[in-house]
């Protein structure tokens, strides 16, 4: 079972009305409601891959009654760690007259210190019988910036390996607890992974290190590196790139299966390319004919 830990859950609900008039009553037309968060969308694709996984984290109120709901309907299995405010939304109001869209973001709950305590307990729990653990995404303001370090602390006590998709001083932290996996979010000037930075945190201990950019992702091990990406044609259209929460989620079967770095870099760029959207939709049949379009090579030192 692999495991996915979603801290900052939100509750999208999505606002479709045909002319929005601002300081004015508008009509919705219609009315969507979606689970989000990056733990969540991971927890979807590999769901939809056919593994065993199970999306955990923190929820609460009506909001978080509905995230559980929403990962049930689509087949996700979920053990939440229940809080006593109300989780976030996310409120998207969609103009269809100027093709626009204005989010409206609601901010994090307070985590109360017996609520992490809680996450602990329950987090133990699940790596028992788990084979990843895989931390995704922000962290409430009112959580340790080293919750992230204590949660793989504990999958490296049950020989579980951890793969990290965070940023600041939360993957600051997590590093130092030599996780499997991490993938930073970095500037876009960076994402080609600066062979210093990725030198430095393997040395430290780090199994590996992705750089995801909007068109190639970068792998550093002791080992080697390897660079990947689609072939040009399939970066031509408006919006090329592809979704990195479905990026993650290609990686992480490969950590637990042992696939070698190439084979595990083809079937994540592909799956990235062929996800549909934030629900965890995937195009198999696209996915399955970009995987001969992924080209793999060792980039320049």
């Not at 999505?14 to 008039?21: K, N, P, S, T």
């Not at 390996?161 to 997590?174: E, M, N, Q, Y």
């Not at 960076?190 to 430095?200: K, Q, S, Y």
Request: proline share 6%; net charge negative; with cysteine.
């Amino acid at each position: 079972m692999i495991v996915t830990v979603t801290l900052n859950p939100a509750l999208h609900v999505a606002y479709e009305a045909q002319h929005v008039r601002l300081g004015r009553a508008n009509l919705v037309c219609r009315v969507r409601y979606r689970a989000g968060g990056r733990g969540l969308a991971v927890a979807r694709v590999l769901h939809t891959f056919g593994h065993d996984v199970t999306a955990a984290g923190l929820a609460g109120g009506a909001a978080g009654e509905m995230i559980r709901a929403d990962l049930a309907a689509a087949g996700v299995a979920t053990q939440f760690t229940k809080i006593g405010m109300e989780s976030r939304r996310v409120l998207e109001v969609a103009d269809a007259a100027s093709g626009q869209t204005t989010t409206f973001g609601e901010p994090a709950p307070y985590i109360t210190t017996e609520e992490l305590g809680r996450l602990a307990a329950d987090y133990r729990a699940l790596m028992d019988g788990a084979t990843a653990a895989v931390l995704c995404g922000s962290l409430p303001d009112s959580l340790p910036p080293e919750t992230y370090a204590t949660l793989a602390s504990y999958a490296a006590d049950a020989g579980i390996p951890a793969i990290v998709d965070a940023g600041g001083s939360a993957l600051l932290h997590a590093l130092t607890r030599r996780p499997a996996l991490a993938v930073p979010e970095l500037p876009a000037a960076h994402a080609g992974g600066p062979a210093a930075h990725a030198g430095a945190l393997i040395a430290g201990g780090v199994g590996a290190v992705a750089y995801v950019s909007s068109d190639a992702v970068r792998v550093v091990t002791a080992e080697g590196e390897w660079q990947a990406r689609l072939a040009a044609r399939e970066q031509s259209g408006p919006e090329p790139g592809w979704s990195r929460d479905a990026m993650v989620a290609g990686l992480v079967p490969g950590i637990v299966l042992g696939w070698s770095w190439p084979d595990m870099l083809r079937h994540a760029v592909a799956l990235a390319a062929a996800d549909g959207g934030p629900g965890g939709e995937v195009d198999l049949d696209r996915y399955e004919a970009l995987l001969s379009e992924v080209s793999i090579d060792s980039p320049p030192a």
